[in-house]
């Protein structure tokens, strides 16, 4: 399959100062040279920037076209891939605060709170701003535009993995408690072709996989740990035909440091609650470990690279 794929940066509201870079590799057509309704779509949110290491590996798996790039190769080649990055910094530190609003100096969150849904809210703005710059930007690279509207060859429609990679995490946990409370008598969509979720209710209808990716920080918080939150996941999915997957990577750099204790307390203790609830659910919440890397001593290596050793299935 044909790709396009590129790196934008995107204001999530017209009139905002504030830019978010994004990295896409989108699915086209091969029959058509349209953007094709994709299998799924992969959305990765960045951590913290690490400058200075002078380390190849580091610096290559630092750059978001590189991970969307592999994203694909894990995925599959009929999905989109994006990579958010946070669109404020404080020196190193990134700090999603459209996402979370409850977050301190450094990026680092206070509370996960549904009210409002921040983060559902501004990814499916995102989304629907990138989808639409993105075919300007082709369009006027070709003779003819070919991304003014989709394929719809795709039999059904996608699904979406999130995933949080280090302080990206926080993200996902709000993503999760959104979820959770967003109202069944809100998610009636029309099931008709789309390419990327633009709304709300197609969002939370499509999840399909959460991968938590190395995630840690220097405060509590880098997993969710709310029983509330997971059972009302748990009980919304009994009324659903999709099930859900969470996938817990993990390297000593996070889960086995010492200095940090409460990674691998936070991260068992959401282990556990997904299990419990697994079990009464029938079938339709999965969960999924792995420890990369586990001989190797901790190192900021093995925490980018642990991008690249990503086993998805």
């Known amino acids: 399959m044909d790709r396009w794929s590129g790196i934008l940066k995107i204001r999530l509201h017209p009139d905002s100062t504030i830019f978010y870079r994004i990295a896409a590799s989108l699915a086209l057509s091969p029959s058509s040279k349209k953007l094709a309704v994709p299998s799924g779509n992969a959305i990765f949110f960045s951590g913290d920037r690490v400058e200075g290491t002078e380390n190849p590996v580091i610096e290559r798996l630092s750059d978001p076209q590189k991970i969307a790039e592999i994203l694909v190769s894990k995925f599959g080649g009929s999905i989109n891939a994006f990579v958010v990055e946070a669109a404020i910094f404080n020196g190193p530190f990134a700090v999603y605060k459209d996402f979370i609003p409850s977050v301190n100096e450094y990026g680092e969150p206070k509370s996960y709170d549904a009210t409002g849904f921040p983060a559902s809210t501004s990814l499916v703005l995102l989304l629907s701003t990138f989808l639409a710059e993105a075919k300007n930007v082709v369009s006027g690279k070709q003779k003819e535009p070919y991304l003014t509207e989709a394929s719809s060859s795709s039999p059904c429609k996608p699904h979406t993995a999130l995933l949080g990679f280090s302080k990206g995490g926080t993200v996902l946990n709000q993503l999760i408690t959104e979820f959770a409370f967003f109202s069944e008598s809100q998610s009636a969509v029309k099931e008709d072709n789309w390419i990327v979720p633009t709304s709300k209710e197609r969002l939370f209808n499509s999840i399909s996989e959460i991968h938590y990716v190395d995630v840690g920080l220097n405060s509590e918080g880098a997993y969710l740990t709310n029983k509330d ?28 440091d010492e200095r940090r204790i409460w990674i691998r ?37 093995m925490h980018f690279e642990i991008i690249d050793a990503l086993d998805v299935s």
């Open 229 to 256: 939150v997971i059972d009302r996941i748990s009980e919304g999915l009994a009324q659903k035909q999709l099930g859900i997957r969470f996938l817990f990577h993990g390297t000593p750099r996070q889960w086995c």
């Open 265 to 301: 307390k936070e991260k068992d203790a959401l282990v556990r609650l997904v299990k419990l609830a697994a079990r009464r659910n029938a079938g339709k919440l999965h969960l999924r470990e792995r420890l990369y890397f586990p001989s190797k001593l901790p190192d900021m290596q």
